[in-house]
T-cell receptor
Framework: NAGVTQTPKFRVLKTGQSMTLLCAQDMNHEYMYWYRQDPGMGLRLIHYSVGEGTTAKGEVPDGYNVSRLKKQNFLLGLESAAPSQTSVYFC????????????FGQGTRLTVV | DAKTTQPNSMESNEEEPVHLPCNHSTISGTDYIHWYRQLPSQGPEYVIHGLTSNVNNRMASLAIAEDRKSSTLILHRATLRDAAVYYCILRPPDTGRRALTFGSGTRLQVQP
């Protein structure tokens, strides 16, 4: 089992460029999430999805868009990258039930120069 | 949403037990208590969760106060690999709010 896989692992963008981060899970989870983590801080929720075709805003959604066209994939897009979006991005997935665990990917380290 | 309060940092010696506290005085009756930890340069990983009763698994034990306003994560014998940031998280039943909300956690240092 691969679990939660994030692509790419590292990326450097120039200000104004766009990119898409891919998260794939093979556990048939309904819930998927995107977080960002800035140095020395906890994770902050960007967007999440409770099922295929549905997405919702989290705590810090501005500057990001997401799509969940297939149950196993959750895409995070940056349309016009800004230096403030330099961060480590984590994807996670879980079943809908609240008494189950979430599984996290290994992160994508994004630097915007 | 109910919030949690954890000490910023704690220290332990290797092979000694560690008790990591978490206060959640505004917890609702249906919120689950989850613990995750994040090792350096890795994504968070699940440790344990519970609702009312104490819980044990291969990684740790979770002791929940009778009034549920606090809980303690217990690592029975700390190893160097247990050095991480530990997050105490409340998970409500509402599907729309069930995403894990991370605070700043407790940074555990383990001395050899």
């Amino acid at each position: 089992n691969a679990g939660v896989t994030q692509t790419p692992k590292f990326r450097v963008l120039k200000t104004g460029q766009s990119m898409t981060l891919l998260c794939a899970q093979d556990m048939n989870h309904e819930y998927m999430y995107w977080y960002r983590q800035d140095p020395g801080m906890g994770l902050r929720l960007i967007h999440y999805s409770v099922g295929e075709g549905t997405t919702a805003k989290g705590e810090v959604p501005d500057g990001y868009n997401v799509s969940r066209l297939k149950k196993q994939n959750f895409l995070l897009g940056l349309e016009s990258a800004a230096p403030s979006q330099t961060s480590v991005y984590f994807c996670a997935s879980s079943y809908l039930q609240m008494n189950t665990e979430a599984f996290f990917g290994q992160g994508t380290r994004l630097t915007v120069v | 949403d109910a919030k949690t309060t954890q000490p910023n940092s704690m220290e332990s010696n290797e092979e000694e037990p560690v008790h990591l506290p978490c206060n959640h005085s505004t917890i609702s009756g249906t919120d689950y208590i989850h613990w995750y930890r994040q090792l350096p340069s890795q994504g968070p990983e699940y440790v344990i969760h519970g609702l009312t009763s104490n819980v044990n698994n291969r990684m740790a034990s979770l002791a929940i106060a009778e009034d549920r306003k606090s809980s303690t994560l217990i690592l029975h014998r700390a190893t160097l690999r247990d050095a991480a940031v530990y997050y105490c998280i409340l998970r409500p039943p509402d599907t729309g709010r069930r995403a894990l909300t991370f605070g700043s956690g407790t940074r555990l240092q383990v001395q050899p």
